[in-house]
């Protein structure tokens, strides 16, 4: 078995002259649950259906558990696909539907009979196998398909915003319900969705992807705590974004001098460099005085009444949003910083002024690294 | 809206006039005993007798189901190919090919005839049978191409490609999974492809030999002898056919759509 079930190397894409596809080059690891997340229209289904073979790559190759796939058709590499839109048979009952695969593969009948029941088992649909696809709920149809594709044993399954049309309550059922049966199957997950939560809760690593390209390729945790460019900060997590000029390093913290108002002196803030950032700094490639941007999420930031210092911000808002309290804070030139969380102090109203500061820790420097953008 | 009200009715009135009293005229008077057609002589299944026995008619109609068969067959399967075909590429001149093939049923038969008979001519084809079917088959394909490229529409493309994912090859794929859901729409163009070829005469009197009857030309030449009862029983056997065929390709197109 190769190291890599899965490999992109330098897949580009364009329809009708517009590059969908800038080059994507990336390795997935057997057993991995791997996320491709950005908004429509990023090219991540585009990567999915050449990784399926239903549309060929410009440039690039496809490696499959170390073999080059990239000319060969869907149904000769040992990828399957759960569609967005189910794509269930709909002149077959279940069981057809599920035995599909395996009939084409001559797997005898009585074989075929053992494993769909198994599989109907996993996805609990036992005692479905005759129901039309007509008879069957969203969350049901959304479980056949995975059945379907998951009963041929996949080196990866490509999974195609599957859980898009489900109500809430359902989405975060079938999410835990997917890490199970990944986790049981031993089958690799490459998962493609808008929805930073779904990514977060059940990936091992993400791939933020836009207009493209690679974002930043880690863990939950990297993506979330230490976004690499403003893009995934936005995206995963809806941080705050500041620019301002570099002023200093000390001891892995950046100081950040941002604009306050005209007239007014600016204001200091601290963001946290990595390694890789601090060796930059070294290395002289940030000076004082260039634009950089940082991230900071809304949940850190820290609100006080009292004149400090920190930025001194007018609290614009309140208002309750996925359970959060949210406050929107105008700050001058800096446009507008969104502070929220659970318990957040609820004494500001509309009109007050604040002193905003976060812990130097909170505070992510993006946009550092330029083209080095590929992760492993 | 009382207006509409009232062109309804005489729209009504009118298909009522021109249409159904002529055929209700018909029907009835093929089951009239006296042998004058204009003059009713009490019920009588006579003429059905007659007709029965009357070899050459019988002869002709035997011709006329042979080739409706035969060409709305040969049209089945060249016009479903033809619109599968023509919905997986995405040529520029596409539009153009459509309309194209579309034409025979724009075209006045009576060219189509000439056209048709000119070419046979041309080829030393032997008039009769085969030229029937030819002739026939080009002008069935475009109902049924028009009827599954409709129903085409209607079905996920990523059927075809959860197929191939899944590992069937793209003949298999078609078998397994395109035909089975547009095979409604097939046997509803090939229904109406066999009723526009059961009741041809113009492109028929063209194309035919002289030794091959069909059922409408026989009709027609018998007419000039005069109107029998015997062909009145004739019209409407084939009408309670036609309708009955027209009727199954509308309840088939029904299925499709549910």
New interface residues.
């Given amino acids: 078995m190769a190291e890599h079930i899965l490999e992109l190397d330098g897949i580009k894409k364009s329809f009708d002259k517009t590059q969908v596809l800038k080059g994507i080059s990336l390795s997935v690891r057997q057993g991995e649950f791997i996320t491709f997340l950005g908004a429509s229209g990023c090219g991540k289904t585009t990567t999915l259906r050449i990784i399926?073979?239903?549309e060929a790559p410009d440039e690039g190759r496809v490696f499959l558990n170390g073999q080059d796939v990239t000319a060969l058709?869907?149904?000769q590499r040992n990828?399957?696909?759960v569609?967005?839109?189910y794509?269930l048979?709909?002149?077959m009952n279940v069981f057809a539907n599920i035995a599909?695969?395996l009939k084409?593969?001559k797997v005898p009948p009585k074989e075929i009979a053992g494993k769909v029941e198994e599989i109907l088992e996993l996805v609990q649909l036992s005692g479905y196998e005759k129901r039309m696809p007509s008879e069957l709920s969203g969350g049901q149809k959304q479980r056949v398909a995975i059945a379907?594709?998951v009963v041929?044993n996949p080196q990866v399954l490509l999974l195609d915003e599957p859980l898009g049309a489900l109500d809430l309550q359902l989405r975060r059922q079938m999410q835990v319900e997917l890490k199970r049966i990944q986790k049981r199957l031993e089958i690799t997950f490459l998962y493609i969705t808008h929805d930073q939560e779904e990514a977060l809760n059940m990936s091992d690593r993400i791939v933020v992807m836009d207009n493209g390209q690679l974002e930043q390729v880690g863990t939950p945790n990297e993506v979330y705590y230490h976004p690499r460019t403003s893009y995934a900060a936005r995206f995963v997590g809806a941080a705050n974004i500041l620019s301002g000029r570099f002023c200093r390093e000390e001891a892995g913290i950046a100081w950040i001098e941002v604009g306050s108002c005209p007239g007014e002196p600016a204001v200091l803030v601290q963001a946290s460099l990595t390694d890789a950032q601090a060796e930059l700094v070294r290395q002289g490639q940030v000076t004082p005085g260039q634009q950089v941007s940082m991230a900071v999420r809304s949940e850190n930031i820290l609100l006080e009444k009292e004149p400090g210092p920190g930025l001194r911000l007018l609290v614009k808002e309140k208002n309750f949003a996925g359970g959060m309290l949210r406050i929107c804070l105008d700050g001058g030139v800096q446009g507008e910083l969104v502070a929220g969380r659970q318990g957040i102090d609820s004494a500001f109203q509309a009109g007050d002024m604040a002193t905003v500061r976060w812990e130097p820790e909170h505070g992510v420097l993006v946009d550092m690294e330029g083209s080095s953008k590929n992760g492993t | 809206m009382k207006k509409r009200i009232r062109f309804s009715a005489i729209y009504q009135a009118i298909l009522l006039a021109l249409m159904y009293v002529p055929i209700l005229v018909v029907v009835a008077y093929s089951f009239n005993e006296s042998k004058n057609s204009t003059i009713w002589g009490g019920w009588s299944l006579d003429w059905y007798r007659k007709l029965m026995k009357n070899r050459s008619l019988l002869e002709a109609l035997k011709n006329s189901l042979i080739l409706a068969a035969l060409s709305s067959g040969a049209a089945g399967v060249i016009g479903t190919l033809g619109a599968v075909g023509m919905a997986r590429v995405r040529w520029r001149s596409k539009g153009a090919v459509e309309y194209v093939s579309s034409i025979p049923i724009m075209i006045p038969e009576i060219i189509l005839g000439m056209v048709f008979m000119a070419f046979y001519a041309m080829l030393g084809l032997p008039f009769g049978m085969v030229t029937l079917v030819l002739g026939h088959t080009a002008f069935c394909v475009p109902y049924v191409y028009m009827m599954v490229k409709s129903s085409l529409v209607g079905i996920?493309k990523?059927?075809g490609?959860?197929?191939?994912?899944?590992?069937?090859?793209e003949r298999?794929a078609f078998f397994?999974?395109t035909l089975?859901?547009i095979f409604p729409a097939v046997l509803s163009g090939m229904l109406l492809a066999f009723a526009m070829s059961l009741d041809d005469v113009v492109i028929s009197i063209f194309v035919t030999g002289a030794r091959t009857n069909t059922l409408p030309i026989r009709i027609y030449t018998q007419l000039k002898s005069g109107v029998t009862p015997e062909i009145n029983a004739l019209c409407t056997v084939m009408l309670a056919v036609t309708f009955l065929l027209v009727g199954l390709s509308r309840a088939l197109g029904g299925i499709r759509r549910r």
């Fill in positions: 399926a073979g239903l058709e869907p149904n990828v399957n696909t569609f967005q839109n794509a048979f709909p002149h599909y695969g084409l593969k379907r594709a041929n | 996920d990523s059927l490609e959860a197929a191939k994912d899944l590992g069937a090859s298999r397994d999974i089975p859901l």
